[in-house]
């Protein structure tokens, strides 16, 4: 069974830094392409950056760029954000999604229950 | 960058009722259009990739169709547990996703 679970996340102030994790398990972690995707208080899902399966390429959403860096640990099976420069309107949920490939074709198969970021003095 | 948008963004019907839900995209994203549901408190999940194929273990009743820049998401008889927040998303490019159909209860 595939389970991804995120951790690290909580309250911290405005221009602060934060480490989120994901331990994947029930798959062969080294074989996919992950990614985060975040979702404010009330709002819809928006894309926050991906990461290939051999970290050999990395992207991240216009409103994250520069602060935001996605990594991963194939020998742990994890997926991790570093946050930095912390902004109110990062508040969200922040989840962990597998990438599922059909041919050409991207979608997001597996999603955790998410960990939740509260930026705020 | 692609913008995607929905409509509508919210709809109430009864149980049996066949819904469409239409995403539409600001440029053509070939089939490169997958479909999620989200329920209240709950991640979202994967319904539809590819514009129409429908994923295993998904009911029947659910399936989806388009091309480049038009598409839509059906339920064919709605069901009380399809109560839920519907979202396109494009990853024909860097993926984002639409901004969401709320389907409640008439």
């Known amino acids: 069974e595939v389970q991804l679970v995120e951790s690290g996340g909580g309250l911290v102030q405005p221009g602060r830094s934060l480490r989120l994790s994901c331990a994947a398990s029930g798959f062969t972690f080294d074989d996919y392409a992950m990614h985060w995707v975040r979702q404010a208080p009330g709002k819809g899902l928006e894309w926050v950056s991906g990461i290939t399966s051999n970290s050999d390429s990395t992207g991240y959403a216009d409103s994250v760029k520069g602060r935001f860096t996605i990594s991963r640990d194939n020998a742990k099976s994890s997926l991790h954000l570093q946050m930095n420069s912390l902004r109110a309107e990062d508040t969200a949920l922040y989840y962990c999604?597998?990438?599922?490939?059909?041919?050409?074709?991207?979608?997001?198969?597996?999603w955790g229950q998410g960990t939740r970021v509260t930026v705020s003095a | 960058d692609i913008q995607m948008t929905q409509s509508p963004s919210s709809l109430s019907a009864s149980v049996g009722d066949r819904v469409t839900i239409t995403c539409r995209a600001g440029?053509?994203?070939?089939?490169?259009l997958n479909w999620y549901q989200q329920k209240p408190g709950k991640a979202p999940k994967l319904l539809i990739y590819?514009?129409?194929t429908l994923r295993g273990g998904v009911p029947s009743r659910f399936s989806g169709s388009g091309s480049g820049t038009d598409f839509t998401l059906t339920i064919s008889s709605l069901q009380p547990e399809d109560f839920a927040t519907y979202y396109c998303?494009?990853?024909?490019?860097?993926?984002?996703f639409g901004p969401g159909t709320k389907v409640d209860i008439k």
């Open positions: 999604t597998k990438e599922f490939n059909y041919g050409d074709f991207r979608s997001f198969d597996y």
């Open positions: 440029q053509s994203i070939s089939s490169y």
């Open positions: 590819a514009a129409s």
């Open positions: 998303q494009q990853t024909y490019s860097t993926p984002l």
